[in-house]
């Protein structure tokens, strides 16, 4: 029998989780309540920036407001896969196998400027997310749960990355951009310092609590109508003549966890159509691909988000 926190309980941890990320991040209200919804929904987070915007930091403050494990892993070239699962060695006292875990047996993993490691290291985080275990020599091993990756990467540097593959693209529930703070919110950065406020940042929940609270996220009430609407964005993607590559039923079921968790982060028990629709972007922007003929006829600078734009202008909303 699965204990549920009661309505007003649980509100008031979401709200508790809310202000902890906003302490650190500060004017940046749509993105901090983004990466709650990523966390309500059990999902991974990729943040993509320019350098120094605070990604790092809002993915400590993430984990730190959660009373679970973390590892910080710093991906380089020169990464292996061993380095993030773990390695098996030879026990000469007991003439066995042995394995050790690598830093992924943890709750909260934050792969920084995950795309300077190669492809074959970046793989090995496939099944981890989606399946939440690890198979090394044939032997499957459980992650621990709460279970959750938050990548950072910076777009505007291409010397010694590696871009994503579409598949793992396809495993971040949400992408985010966090962009320039405001004036005043700088002003603060400038004349406090960031980094040291990370150090007070205690616990707000604990990880039965989060678990409790991303069970409570599929009670959320979804319309039927809704089903449609957002069934039908996801097909005229598939669709669309200047994509490639559409949104996958893994990225449909994504929206789908998404808005049920925005709405749940809001106060409701039940998702309306402006929960999809504001999270159409961030969940399937980076799940598309622009292809060769729009760069042709110069359509290049028609990004994957205005294309989402536009169609969320073509489709009827239900009332």
Known sequence: ????????????????????????????????????????????????????????????????????????LQFTSDMLPSDVLGVTIFNSRTEEFEFKPGPIFTNFVLADEINR???????????????????????????????????TQNPAEHHGTYPLPESQLDR???????????????????????????????????AEELIRLQEQVHGISVDEAL???????????????????????RGARGLFRAAQALAMVEGRDYVIPDDIKRLTVPVCAHRIAV????????????????????ILTQIDVPL
């Open 291 to 310: 292809n060769s003929r729009a760069t042709l006829s110069q359509r290049n600078s028609e990004t994957g988000e205005r294309i989402l734009a536009d």
């Open 227 to 249: 089903v449609e609407y957002l069934l039908t964005i996801v097909e005229r993607t598939r669709k669309h003549e200047a994509l490639s590559l559409g949104v996958s039923p």
């Open 172 to 206: 971040f529930l949400l992408r985010l951009r966090i962009g320039y703070p405001s004036r005043d919110a700088e002003m603060q950065i400038v004349r406090n310092g960031d980094a040291s406020r990370l150090e007070p940042l205690a616990p707000v929940v604990t």
């Open 1 to 72: 029998m699965k204990i549920m926190l009661a309505a007003p309980v649980a509100l008031s941890k979401l709200a508790a989780l809310e202000l902890s990320l906003a302490s650190i991040i500060r004017g940046k209200a749509e993105a901090v309540r983004l990466a709650l919804v990523c966390l309500l929904a059990r999902g991974h987070l990729l943040i993509e920036d320019v350098p120094g915007v605070g990604k790092t930091t809002l993915a400590h403050a993430l984990a730190r407001s959660v009373d679970c494990g973390f590892h910080r």
């Open 117 to 151: 490691a190669t492809p074959k290291t970046q793989s090995a985080l496939l099944e981890a997310m989606n399946e939440v275990q690890i198979t090394i020599e044939g032997r499957s091993y459980p992650l621990p749960h709460p279970f959750m990756v938050i990548a």
